[in-house]
């Protein structure tokens, strides 16, 4: 009855043949090194999910983002473990990222035919450090003020186009109600729907490609 | 898991169902917490307090008079002022019936009109009596009643 009704579903949707080409796929003999990539996806599930949950109660503005987060974490059951999950969660996510980079850039997995691969994973990393940098503000406590500070101050310095650069990360001259809210806007939709769709494209290409066997003298 | 083949269980079986298991206690580890943290501001009661409405001096026999007071409330992260309107009624200046100016309808503001001596509601019509039973139009119930004391010579009601 319920296999039938699969099977059904299966000769509309053809997710087995999906399912199959995902995880049934044929891989060399590798090593862990070689699962920090879904380490990766995984973290990044996980901001996802927890971030969606603290947009329930967060507020971007100068007036309540703090006492927003307080409430976050000394009101809410399970609060304080689902802010401290995306808290960890960011450090852990960059860490990872630059772990899988490694790999890909020691095993030489970024060479032909996977060239594509890599450089999509090079913008991935991009939006990770993004998304740390634009997090990091939303408690909108002193630290996070004055890190946003110093972070744009950085972008200034730049020739040519600094000046131009931290008025716009800024909103203006000064950090404040406006900055809060694009670094907020930019944190859940901006980057999530970039992140998204690079993904997209980066395991389409691992998956269609394949992965790398761990280099050996032999083949040379 | 197969326990038709009796212990027997292959590589690719043990594999699944270990990583099957995994993802069900990461899946568990995330979602009751998330649960609760959803659900918990709707479990919250509000705690009974008394509110000090004024002097019972100003309630004239079988007028219900309205009474207006702000209540301090904490909702989530913001400390909000809240309007509070209860109408009294007494008729003998030793009662009091406190009556809630919310008709039992769909929540709107009700009004007492003196002229034609009853509860009038805005929003659908709704009439009630002095002492907030149903005259006419859709409300369920009477006006909903508090609590009420009286200590030296100040009405307070119980919101609960």
């Known amino acids: 009855m319920i296999l039938n009704l699969v099977n059904w579903l299966d000769d509309r949707f053809g997710w087995r043949a999906i399912w199959e080409a995902i995880f049934l796929r044929k891989i060399p003999h590798v090593n862990w090194f070689y699962t920090l990539g879904s380490a990766t996806l995984f973290l990044a599930i996980l901001q996802g999910v927890t971030g969606i949950l603290l947009t329930l109660y967060y507020v971007p503005t100068p007036d309540h983002a703090y006492d927003s987060v307080v409430y976050i974490s000394t009101q809410l059951p399970a609060g304080w473990f689902i802010r401290g999950l995306h808290h960890w969660g960011a450090s852990a996510m960059v860490v990872v990222t630059v772990a899988h980079l490694l790999r890909v850039f020691f095993s030489g997995a970024y060479k032909y035919p996977r060239e594509a691969t890599w450089i999509t994973g090079v913008f991935l990393f991009l939006i990770v450090i993004g998304f740390g940098f634009t997090g990091y503000l939303l408690p909108w406590d002193q630290k996070a003020y004055w890190a946003t500070t110093v972070g744009t101050q950085i972008a200034g310095v730049a020739p040519v186009v600094g000046d131009w650069m931290l008025r716009i990360a800024r909103g203006g001259d000064e950090l404040s109600a406006v900055t809060l809210a694009r670094f907020f806007g930019t944190h859940i939709w901006v980057l999530p729907a970039s992140l998204a769709t690079l993904v997209f494209v980066h395991l389409y290409l691992v998956i269609r490609i394949g992965i790398t066997a761990v280099p050996s003298r032999e083949e040379e | ?160």
């Not at chain 2, 079986?13 to 959803?38: E, H, N, Q, T």
């Not at chain 2, 919250?44 to 409330?73: C, Y």
């Not at chain 2, 006006?143 to 009405?155: A, I, P, T």
């Open chain 2, 1 to 160: 898991m197969d326990k038709s083949q009796e212990g027997k269980m292959g590589r690719r079986d043990f594999m699944k169902a270990v990583i099957a298991a995994i993802s069900g206690v990461i899946g568990a580890a995330i979602g009751l917490p998330a649960i609760a943290y959803v659900v918990g501001p709707a479990l919250q009661k509000e705690t009974d307090e008394w509110i000090r409405l004024g002097s019972v001096n100003k309630v004239e026999v079988n007028i219900p008079t309205l009474f207006k007071t702000v209540i301090e409330k904490q909702t989530g992260w913001i400390n909000a002022e809240e309007e509070f309107s209860v109408y009294v009624l007494t008729t003998n200046s030793r009662d009091f019936v406190a009556m809630s100016n919310i008709c039992t309808h769909l929540g709107c503001r009700v009004r007492w009109i003196p002229d034609q001596e009853g509860f009038f509601c805005p929003c659908h019509n709704g009439v009630f009596a002095k002492d907030g039973s149903v005259v006419s139009g859709p409300p369920p119930r009477p006006l909903d009643r508090f609590e009420s004391k009286v200590e030296d010579g100040v009405l307070f009601v119980k919101r609960g």
